[in-house]
T-cell receptor, first 116, second 113 residues
């Protein structure tokens, strides 16, 4: 149980275009979903926290207009990288939690984004 | 400001021996600590956790020790197996930060057969 999927697993896009990454909880309802970014040999950096039906809470330094997060249902959250630049190239990982105020987080396999 | 630190970026251990991964933290508000295991190009998988009211938690070959006064925790793997080779992340939850979890920088463990 507690499986989280991400799609696509990898994507290459050109500078200036937008790309959408989906995160789905397959066998549970996720009240909260998280989006992380990982640079090579570095830690997972939390970008934003989203609760179903409400606006995402972004961490300091993360541009909300550039990284659009939508959590439209209890099983789906999307991250859209708008007007992508090469410096946005990274590994993006989502996680989902079945309960509010719980430390339980189940991670997706990640999406490798390369912006050329 | 790195609130969770893993000062050893890598560790090599012989199969069958003990692996000890260390983690230090600075935030006194952390109330739950977790260890995750991560393979390349995959998301982290939960390994073991410990509440701040405990000093030890054991699950099979994995034991986590917490020293609150030193703001230090460690993960012991005994005996180490080649399949344990991965990057291990220490993470901590802030008691006032809802579900927000702060990750350390990771330690790459290599278990040599």
């Amino acid at each position: 149980g507690a499986v989280v999927s991400q799609h696509p697993s990898w994507v290459i896009c050109k500078s200036g275009t937008s790309v959408k990454i989906e995160c789905r909880s397959l066998d549970f309802q996720a009240t909260t979903m998280f989006w992380y970014r990982q640079f090579p040999k570095q830690s997972l950096m939390l970008m934003a926290t989203s609760n179903e039906g409400s606006k995402a809470t972004y961490e300091q330094g993360v541009e909300k207009d550039k990284f659009l997060i939508n959590h439209a249902s209890l099983t789906l959250s999307t991250l859209t990288v708008t007007s992508a630049h090469p410096e946005d190239s990274s590994f993006y990982i989502c996680s989902a939690s079945p309960h509010r105020n719980s430390y339980e987080q189940y991670f997706g396999p990640g999406t490798r984004l390369t912006v050329t | 400001d790195q609130q969770v630190k893993q000062n050893s970026p890598s560790l090599s251990v012989q199969e069958g021996r003990i692996s000890i991964l260390n983690c230090d933290y600075t935030n006194s508000m952390f109330d739950y600590f977790l260890w995750y295991k991560k393979y390349p190009a995959e998301g982290p998988t939960f390994l073991i956790s410990i509440s701040s009211i405990k000093d030890k938690n054991e699950d099979g070959r994995f034991t986590v020790f917490l020293n609150k006064s030193a703001k230090h925790l460690s993960l012991h793997i005994v005996p180490s197996q080649p399949g344990d080779s991965a990057v291990y992340f220490c993470a901590a939850r802030d008691s006032g930060g809802y579900q927000k979890v702060t990750f350390g920088t990771g330690t790459k463990l290599q278990v040599i057969p």
